[in-house]
């Protein structure tokens, strides 16, 4: 199967000490400039979401960057045959998030972009939560914690059937409230199951408060750890160390990887970021061009 | 010959398909001689039932055909969001085998009750529901219940047959046990037995009565339900199960889809949960042996026909 385009050349193992995440051999210029103009794209998809009904922007914004890496640099999807056996799977189990994964969709070619612009409308099936009648997604999603008990049972199957495929789940912080990822993951740690990574959002928001003020999940990394799963601890909106820390998968053999990934609810548009009220957001057109022209000013291109 | 077990029917149909996987939620009571023989195909996760659904619903998204073994109160209900949303909604084959559902919970207790689970199951749409008479029904249905691309609730019973059944089985029809035109009794699961021994006090009294076995109650034999109430004076669905949702609600939709007024007497239980004991003892506890029902038929088949 043809692939998306990935970056061929090789792995550094070198760990650094220093705090700092190293700049990955792997992630050249061109495929990091890549990223940058597909990350723009897709938060330009995002916000025009936010006309007429609405959508998720702010929890779909900070996990742009982690699905547009995703789906550039890890991920063996062939957008041409998306439904491939030998395919890696992505499950968006905080399916709020929905949006940014449409975006993604329509900058890899599987989904038409215009169909976009039908988000709500019932001649289509672009509505708030991921649905596998639009190409690329893998499974219904919306209701949390859900997907990583699926991806668990795809996981063990593909294990069961000695195919390579790798399987990687996408939860919001928030969403860890619900009880059965717990369920899965003891799961997925008595298994063995190294060929699941679960990627943590970690916006530091549940859809009205922040994480820490309502049911605080820190220190989060203890937690997976306890459950039996090897953890990383990575910005999410730093290709080079996403390159870094997905290179290294699985992080320990015979466990499930967990990478928590940080990341800024709203992340792009400053006016958006951080804030409690910009989970859900309906917009009118000229507050969307405003937030689109913001978008622009803050992440131009070429700057490095 | 004794009847195959619900093991060994189901070994047999995981080597005849190599898509069946069975998995449990650490309730291995019916399958307790599979883990050696399945090996990596029998999966135990746990005392996790939301869990239990979810992998299912992942293994069928690869191609499998789940089997998945936990106490019907829990599978039904804990996991129900999991089952509706995961399996019924892409409408994936995974196969739930609910144990001690109904009466069969005996000493249990009303938090092991399913007394709900017909209910709630035949309103996932796509969902076939069976409900076997005993262990020799659920051998004799296994197979055309896995073999269907659809999602499927079995609710487990291994009681010895009280009657031997038919092997021909389809999906929605029902298994006529005797024919008679006095009364129809419907009946599924372990009742059937007892609904079998009603039907022989009520021949004895001079009565004739028709016994279907209704085994599958998603679908339903529609056909077979119509008839009852066009060829006999009076229809009595016998289960245990709650009033509401069950085989009398099913009766009463068919009738009014049907445009058909019929005398209907319900035997289920009426808005509570059952006295917990051993078996034998809670169906005389609740008017549930043969001999009690048959006596609840005359009543009503001498009011019935007295009307008339």
Known sequence: MTLIPVPSTGVSPAVNGSGRTP??????????????????????????????????????????????????????VDPADP??????????????????????????????????????????????????????????????????????????????AGNPNRVVVMVGDGELNEGSNWEALLVAAAYRLDNLTVVVDRNGFQANLPTEALIPLEPLEAKFRAFGCETARVSGHDFAALAFTFHRLPLRGGAPSVVIADTVRGRGVPSLEARADRWFVKAKPDEIESWLRELRQTNQIGER | MSPPSYADALLQAAQSDPRVVVLTAENRAAIRSLPDVLGPRFVDVGIAEQALVGIAAGLALRGRVPVCHALAAFLTMRAFEFVRTDVGLPRLPVKLVGGVPGILSDGNGPTHQALEDVALMRGIPGMVVFCPADEEDLAIGLPHVLASPQPAYIRHNGLRPAVSHSPDFALGRAEVLCEGEDVAILAYGPLVAQAWEATQRLQAAGR?????????????????????????????????????????????????????????????????????????????????????????????????????
């Open chain 1, 83 to 160: 439904d491939a056996p030998d395919r890696d799977y992505l499950f968006l189990s905080k399916g709020h998030a929905v949006p940014a994964l449409y975006g993604v969709l329509a900058e890899i070619g599987l989904l038409a972009p215009q169909r976009l612009r039908r988000h709500l409308h019932t001649d289509d099936v672009i509505y708030w939560h991921p649905n596998p009648q639009v190409p690329g997604v893998e499974f219904y999603s919306g209701s949390l914690g859900h997907l990583l008990p699926v991806a668990v049972g795809v996981a063990l199957d593909c294990r069961l």
């Open chain 1, 23 to 76: 700049a990955h051999p792997a992630l050249d210029d061109a495929t990091h400039r890549l990223l940058r103009e597909r990350s723009l794209r897709v938060r330009e998809h995002v916000l025009r979401t936010a006309a007429g009904g609405g959508s998720f922007v702010g929890a779909a914004l900070s996990c742009v960057d982690l699905l547009v890496y995703l789906y550039t640099c890890f991920l063996r």
């Open chain 2, 208 to 308: 004739s009565a028709r016994l279907l076995n209704m085994r599958t109650l998603a679908p339903v034999d529609e056909d077979a339900i119509v008839a009852a109430a066009l060829e006999t004076k009076l229809l009595v669905t016998v289960e245990d199960h709650f009033l509401t949702g069950g085989l009398y609600s099913i009766v009463a939709e068919v009738l009014v889809r049907n445009q058909i007024m019929a005398p209907v007497l319900p035997i289920a239980f009426p808005d509570r949960w059952f006295r917990a004991g051993l078996l034998h003892e809670v169906l005389v506890h609740e008017s549930l042996t043969g001999s009690q029902i048959a006596a609840a038929v005359l009543a009503r088949l001498g009011s019935v026909s007295g009307d008339r």
